[in-house]
């Protein structure tokens, strides 16, 4: 199959430098500066980033020259220096939307010559490397392009990859199939095709263990493991206890699917062990434990070789930049530790896959859109939304009023624009009227944000009006409940979740 690789020198836009390459059919991937090459690509892609060539530069990948590339902001730069150009601060930098005069060039075959593009930079090429022909220009006279076919060098002032750029997708596309020649052969069928033969003849007649969490990466990345290898897989739901309502039908779900979930009630022992625990991080630990060992135990009896992880590509992403933005927030989802304890083989059938990849995935392989596009849930569940010590009482209350609260974004069509929202149950109780008299009930908060991966964050504005009904619902369905709150933090100053 074809692939296309982008080498990442730390822009905030590489990943989706990679996402728009997949989007028309072909294998992406982001790798670090140093990466071995195989000589087999199709074509590279050199992504901006935050440095001036001038003071960081990177070694150019050793086929260069061999395989068309194609540089962008930073990686412009980069080429125009290593070819004898030259770089240097610009007077003035372009941020935002720049008009562009665009030439003759393949990589703007049947674009208008003028044209909108998103910039972001300070330094400019202010002069080609010799041989090499400008091929767009910007409005303040800013080098915005320039080629030397011979060399199947291409590179661009501006990011094809952000939808502000009004021809990007073309660029990018005449890049890839025009330029590179590619073939548009990665479609999510051909994915779970050869992911499932991929999975047989490693795994051959070994045993898989696998955590399901209700989540949307696990479950299907039991589908496919299962579809290659059937009741070798041994899927193993460990319930906490913490659990939202959704989560609970996971099993049976799953069962309709084919697949049978061995279902582990261990929300006893966590209740115990988290008698009289209020530091968030003691409660965090103490449910990872549990969890891990639990899990442990099940595995232990069932013979299995490996271990079934839903790993997904975000999260692997080998390169320099990449790597230290995802510094794991996600310890207690990945079962930490066991594989090395027990031994195990790790199989990650999703690790080249962006999350709406496996989104698609799931709906090929029978999951209802509802499923597939749930919130993410973390590890710990309602464990770390209920402030302060945890009771079964607090967590009966919380789940309730959670699911009154998605339903209403559900009905009003608000969930599918929100990156994730959820209810927090506070360790406060203040004073309310309810027909005559006085009551003493528990405040809820009610948290919904935007995000793309999690690490950044900004509130959602829900309509006051949805606002007004989620509140109305959950206090006349749920007495123990006095006051409805919104969270209007971002992150950061706060996290998304409140512990
Ligand atoms: P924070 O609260 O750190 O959360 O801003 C960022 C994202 O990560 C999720 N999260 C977790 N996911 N195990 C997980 O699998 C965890 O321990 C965990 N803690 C937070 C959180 O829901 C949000 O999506």
Redesign the pocket.
């Known amino acids: 199959m074809d692939e296309i690789v982008v080498v990442d020198y730390g822009s905030q836009y590489t990943q989706l430098l990679a996402r728009r390459v997949r989007e028309i059919g072909v294998f992406s991937k982001v790798v670090g500066p140093d990466y071995d090459f195989t000589g087999k690509e199709s074509g590279v892609i050199l992504s901006g980033g935050p440095e001036s060539v001038y003071e960081k530069r990177y070694d150019l990948p050793q086929l260069i020259g061999k395989v068309p590339v194609l540089g962008i902001c930073y990686g412009m730069h980069l080429l125009a220096e290593n070819f004898g150009g030259r770089v240097a601060k610009g007077a003035q930098g372009e941020y935002g939307l720049t008009k562009v005069k665009l030439f003759q060039s393949a990589l703007f075959e049947g674009i208008p010559s003028e044209s909108i593009t998103w910039m972001s930079h300070g330094d400019i090429v202010e002069a080609l490397p010799p041989n090499f022909l400008k091929t767009a220009i910007s409005e303040t006279g800013i080098t915005a392009g320039f080629e030397y076919e011979n060399g199947k060098i291409y590179a661009i002032q501006f990011h094809p990859e952000v939808v502000h750029t009004s021809y990007g997708r073309e660029i990018i596309k005449n890049f890839v199939f025009g330029i590179c020649k590619a073939k548009p052969e990665w479609t999510m069928n051909n994915f779970i095709d050869s992911e499932i033969s991929r999975i047989k003849s490693t795994v051959k007649d070994q045993r898989i263990i696998g955590a399901i969490s209700g989540g949307v990466d696990s479950t299907v990345a039991a589908l496919l493991t299962h579809r290659a290898v059937g009741d070798n897989l041994i899927p193993i739901f460990v319930d906490h206890g913490l659990l939202r309502k959704m989560d609970m039908h996971v099993p049976q779900n799953l069962s309709t699917l084919g697949i049978n979930v061995k279902y582990v009630n261990a929300s006893e022992l966590f209740f115990e062990r988290l008698k009289g625990i209020f530091d968030p991080e003691e409660k ?1 630990k103490i449910i990872g434990n549990t969890f891990i060992e639990v899990f442990e135990r099940e595995a232990r009896s069932s013979g299995a070789t490996f271990l079934l992880q839903g790993t997904i590509y975000p999260d692997v992403i080998e390169s320099a930049a990449s790597s230290q933005r995802s510094a794991k ?5 990945n079962v930490g530790g066991l594989p090395e304890k027990m031994n195990l083989k790790i199989l990650e059938p999703l690790r080249t896959l962006f999350k709406d990849e496996v989104r698609e995935v799931g709906r090929l392989m029978g999951l209802s859109d509802t499923f597939v596009s749930r919130h ?5 569940g309602l464990g ?1 939304r209920i402030l302060g010590e945890i009771t079964r009482e607090k967590v009966e209350i919380l789940r309730e009023a959670d699911d009154i609260f998605v339903n209403v974004l559900m009905k009003t069509g608000e969930y599918s624009r929100i990156w ?1 929202a959820f209810s927090v149950l506070l360790p406060v109780r203040s004073v309310g009227v309810k027909g005559d008299a006085r009551s003493y009930g528990y405040v809820l908060a009610l948290r919904a944000v935007d995000s793309v991966d ?1 690490m950044t964050a900004s509130w959602h504005q829900i309509p006051f009006e949805i606002l007004r009904i989620a509140s109305s619902e959950i206090t006349s369905k749920i007495p123990q409940i006095g006051r409805v709150v919104y969270d209007i933090t971002d ?1 950061p100053p706060s ?3 409140w512990e």
């Open positions: 965090r927030i996600k310890s207690h989802h993410p849930f973390p590890g710990p770390v994730q999690g992150k996290t998304i979740e």
